[in-house]
């Protein structure tokens, strides 16, 4: 009663009648509250005492002292009231002023209403849009100013709710209108106040995704109130009995039935199955769906007519044993990495990605382990044959497919940015193709949605960062043959990229247009060479009078009145000029190696031979500087106690030679790849991988040692020697500017057993760990192939997201289906033809299209499988059938028709693609009207 009364006091003093009054919203008024009065000391990554004020769950729990914070019902009864009105101590907040009676009173009334969370909840898809478009630009580009205990103008973008509050200048963002809010003027920089304000601006990409995101209302996601820097990594019981980080059933009954397992969820909701197809449209969905080709007028005669009991098995069979089955399963693959539809990488040529598909065809048809083929996706290189060979190149080939991602595989060579891309292109292959889920979330920070900490994702890298690629020769068949192979390539980089590095260096340094040391050298070499060429004068002028005087004792006097001329010409021109153009020839004869030069010695023998040594001796001191000087280049001269010394002017004339040598074979055009095709050879995966400068330095006495500083010039080279092997630096915000601690290889703790104690890269062991009998990560790999084998076959996954299964996915409507599959899938020895002939010759398979009324109003989405899907064809059985008009047979290996590719929504080669755009356009209307092998078909 007496809260009740002190509000109807304060509601009035406000001119707001009581009855009137809304209630008080945890969103719009608490938080916002709580946000520039309390949370700088209780905010997630600082919890003072214990106690986090950002979420209403970590109220209710409370910190160290007090207990609960708050008391739904009972403001006096809750800690939070009591030390804000000082009736219990410590009185809060201990800095800065005391809340207003009327914040306070706020409190207690929501508290009073039940302390309820009326927080928004935004789709998956929205918040997974702020994590990958808005969250690592805060981070990177505002936090440095707005953010921590003491955000500048009072503005905190660390949380969405102090973006709403706003700071000085007011609001930040008015949700849903992003006209209407402050950040968007600023980050457009179209009035007085532009941010970054000592930065570079925003790309407009990065403006239009802010725009987007307030107009979605600020999607923030919804356990995370505050973006925290350090957040604990915490496993929760929620993360443990999420329905994919489950081991697979144990009890499974030998004789269990898929069809019955449907039966158990439909028949309760009275889902009457749809009849069997008819004989045609079975025959002919089987026959694309297992080999890409429509039957023939023979099989669909055969079959129709074959009143057989096991007709469709003995179809089944003969499908499944047809070469043709490979290369369309294969295909299915080739989707998770990065295989477009022409079969060649965008990237450069480093993937033979023709013979990998042929392999992978050759996998398909020889049903070869699916858990063996994911392991040989990691460490294949490092593996035995399938058939038992110490060696498989086409095993290393696929090895390198983690490595076929959309940055370009000669840019890792050199740019550290690129490398790290290519590093977490491999980790997103693990999680993505293998797992079905998204470790690459956890490079900037924890992942926001399952038990993937950053450590866990910097532990993984480092086996990644310890292997790379390199050339071997086609017929390798043992693997010291290949990492010769290897080794050798490896030297062939390092010397290509210290030369790269070595001639853009001088390229800076001399830098002839621009004021460089060329240009500095011209300018000042006259005045600093004066002395020396006026004494070098004399000195020749003493020489030849020295032979003057020779000839003249020797009666030689046409040699002597030529050597008077001489003289006298040396004399006038030293008269007439400070800095004479001094005439080198005297020194033309070429002499013996002085400092690693050879030279020009004439006058020096000349000297010696007239026994005048002191004039030899002065003249030898000048010996490496006119050297130098042919070359254009000065070095040293040390006359009469003068020093002039420039060690990058003398390495570039030291080197000159060799530059000439390399800039002969240096592609033209600097972006040209340095991973060319090499007939008779294959890009493989081996161990030993490019080394960041990052890695070395600020941390590596080495690299101090080396004279190797860290800073902005650097730190996008990639340190190439030597062959690195090693743990990888968690990056902060996954950037590589701001390495951190050395992380060791491991693998993430959620799943439990590790890989053990890494040796050589660990590759081998981190594959061996993805396919552990009974293990967490074993069932991933199982569930993952067995949705994605279910959706080629209904055209829907039983878990709708295939490349996301943790909790950032859907979950499955029929998880014990997709369970019990998988269970059998591994029970009969990861084998996909049998998976497949399992899911084929089930009743739910077989049913037709027809959609009944009452089936429609209780199943409209089809999620519990009463009715087979209607499917669309996709791009490649077109383009089989299109072929088969034409040639009249079917033909081993993949059809590619760029037309058709371009009409039928053909796989792209830069990304993962979890399932096939399906689009109905005009232009594929008019494009079979008009082709002439349909028209005939």
Known sequence: ????????????????????AEPVSFDRDVLPLLEKRCNQCHRPEKQRGGLDLTRIETMRRGGDELGAAIVAGKPDESPLIQVLTGAIEPKMPDKGDPLAAGEIDLLRRWIAEGAKDDS??????????????????????????????????????????????GGSRGPAAVAGHPEQSLLVKAIRQAGELRMPRNGDRLSEAEVTAFERWIELGLPWPANEKVLARERRFTISDADRDHWAFRPLPKDLPADWNLDAALRTRSE????????????????????????????????????????????????????????????????????????????????GPALDADRYALWVARCFNEDRPWDWFARVHLAGDLMPGFTGEDYSIDQALAAAVPLNGPRTFEKAETETFVLMDKLDEGIEFLGRSLLGISLECARCHDHKFDPISQRDYYALLGYFQSSGYAPVPTETATRSEAAAAAEAYRMEVCEKARLHGFIRRQGLLLNVGGGGRVKQWQETRPALLAPMWRRLHELEIEVLRAERHAAETSGSAGLA?????????REE???RSDTPDYDVSAFKEMGYFISGHKSQLGLIKRAEALGREDLAGELKRHADYWEAERQRWGERSTFGGYAKTDPEVAELARASDRIAEIASVLPANPDQPWVTPRPGYLYVRVDGGLRRAEDLAPFDEKAKAEGLQFNSDNANRVFLHPWFIGDSRLLDRGDVLYPDELVTRGTPVFFGESAGTAKGSGRLQLAEWLTAPESVQAALVARTAVNRAWLQLFGEALCRSPKELGRLGESPELPEVLDGLAAEFVREGWSMKRLLRRIVLSEAYRRGTAVEDLVFSKDAPNRLFARQNVRRLDYEAVANTVSWWRTGKRVEGPIRDAEIARHFDAPSPYDLTERRVVSITATQALFMMNHPEAAMG
Request: glycine letters at 8%; one cysteine or more.
């Open 1 to 20: 009663m007496r809260t009740r009364s002190r509000w109807l006091v304060f509601g009035l003093a406000l001119g707001v009648p009581a009855a009137a």
């Open 120 to 165: 928004p909840l935004f789709a998956a898809e929205e918040v997974a849009f702020f994590e990958k478009a808005i969250r690592p630009v805060l981070a990177a580009r505002c936090f440095k100013c707005h953010a921590g205990e003491e955000p500048e103008h009072d503005l905190s973008l660390a949380s969405r709710h102090g973006i709403l509050a």
């Open 268 to 347: 309760p909701v009275g889902l009457s199955p749809s009849s069997e197809s008819g004989r045609y449209a079975l025959l002919r969905r089987a026959t694309y769906d297992l080999i890409g080709y429509p039957p023939t007028s023979e099989e669909i005669e055969a079959f129709v007519n074959d009143g057989a009991e096991g007709a469709f098995e003995k179809v089944v069979d003969r499908l499944l044993a047809s070469p043709h089955f490979g290369w369309r399963w294969g295909r299915h693959w080739l989707d998770y990495t990065r295989n477009g539809s022409t079969g060649q990488p965008t990237r």
């Open 561 to 569: 009145k030529d050597l008077a001329l001489a003289i006298t010409d």
């Open 573 to 575: 021109k030293l008269k």
